[in-house]
């Protein structure tokens, strides 16, 4: 995406399951949090089914930045309080 001007990705573990990643629209400071299952290497970008962070992702002129995290616990802790809050439908945030 030409519109990710800033990324920080950091070094994945040798083994693990998930990542936690965050984009910042630098303009507004607004971010999306997310989750995803699966290896830093695919083309995963998001899931995110609000409307205002699609037009923002989606738009050329926007600056954002990607964050990636690596932390079993923290996935562990985030997965498992989302599915308790949500009724384990969904596993992401968004704001």
Do not use: W
């Not at 607004?30 to 699609?54: L, M, P």
């Not at 923290?74 to 308790?84: A, E, P």
Request: one cysteine or more; glycine letters at 6%; a positive charge.
């Amino acid at each position: 995406m030409t519109n990710i001007i800033e990324r920080n990705i950091a070094t994945p573990p040798g083994s693990y399951e998930a990542y936690l990643y965050r984009y910042t629209n630098l303009k507004t400071s607004q971010q999306y949090v997310g989750i995803h299952k699966g290896s830093v290497d695919d083309a995963y970008n998001h899931s995110s089914t609000n409307t205002e962070f699609q037009e923002v992702f989606s738009r050329t002129s926007s600056e954002l930045k990607y964050c990636k995290f690596f932390s079993s616990y923290i996935y562990y802790v985030t997965v498992n309080l989302i599915n308790l809050i949500l009724g384990g439908t969904r596993t992401r945030l968004t704001q």
